[in-house]
């Protein structure tokens, strides 16, 4: 305490001189309108800088929870629509049947490992048999087409990419009858190429490729890609169009696990069919 007193003693002429400045500069603001505002102005834009920064730190800090509350808003839309058609934006239309089923549910996983340069590629996620995920089921990202369902454990499943040698997904270009499968050929993670489709098909630049819709696993018209390049097949009459995937696997983080309510009922009346004919 003496050392404190001993060092406002020493200095008291520059303490006495800062109590006077402030005196001084109070009453000017006080007493003129102009310099008041002059202040007040200066002080909302310090202020308000310092704000901005605070905000801008803070939504950085935040941005995990917000992706989570994103997704997780996401996947409930995705579940609760039931009348809309699937555009850029990947909302699938959903089918009612007589009480009110949803053909399709989306369950919302996170993506906790993944491969994306080798040759056969698989994502392993968050979700397993216990939210109703089954081996065979599609899955698709925020901006596209992922894979098929491999494995499944009871909080995890592992995902055969579409980046995988032998994932064939059924797809067509949009607005055209004509579909064939995808293939990966194993070099470029965002390339693959889509085969079968007749070369009297007049493609426009960018055209869109999206799932047909055949089989069970995903619905149709979600979004796989644009056509990048095309090309006859040694000279045959089918096409090997180049396809620019719409998803980007080095940064995908959550994707949607399709899940199908009717596809038990539509392989069993198929498995039938099958018999009857080998009958």
Do not use: C
Request: hydrophobic share 40%; proline share 3%.
């Amino acid at each position: 305490m003496l050392n404190l007193w001993r060092f406002i003693s020493k200095f008291n002429a520059f303490f006495f001189l800062i109590i006077y400045l402030v005196i001084s500069i109070t009453l000017l603001v006080k007493n003129n309108d102009f310099q008041r505002a002059s202040v007040y102005n200066s002080s909302n834009e310090v202020i308000g800088s310092i704000y901005q920064k605070v905000n801008i730190i803070n939504k950085y800090l935040n941005l995990s929870l917000v992706n989570d509350s994103l997704a997780k808003e996401n996947a409930h839309l995705r579940n609760q629509l039931k009348s809309s058609f699937l555009d850029d934006s990947l909302i699938t239309k959903t089918v009612d049947d007589t009480i009110n089923k949803v053909k399709y549910q989306y369950i919302l996983a996170e993506v906790v490992n993944k491969s994306i340069t080798a040759r056969n590629n698989y994502i392993t996620i968050n979700r397993g048999s216990k939210e109703g995920i089954k081996k065979g089921m599609g899955v698709i990202g925020p901006n596209g087409v992922v894979g098929i369902v491999w494995n499944v454990s009871e909080n995890f499943s592992s995902i055969q990419s579409i980046l995988h040698e032998d994932t064939r997904i059924t797809s067509s270009i949009e607005g055209t009858p004509y579909f064939g499968p995808l293939i990966w050929e194993g070099k470029d993670p965002s390339l693959v190429t889509l085969t079968d489709i007749p070369n009297q098909l007049n493609l426009k630049p960018k055209a869109k490729v999206v799932t047909s819709g055949l089989g069970v696993i995903f619905p149709k018209g979600i979004l796989i890609g644009t056509v990048e390049k095309a090309g006859v097949k040694g000279g045959g009459s089918f096409l090997d169009i180049s396809v620019k995937l719409s998803t980007n696997f080095y940064a995908l983080e959550y994707v949607y696990v399709i899940k199908n309510n009717f596809q038990t009922e539509q392989q069993d009346l198929e498995l039938d069919n099958k018999e009857s004919v080998n009958d």
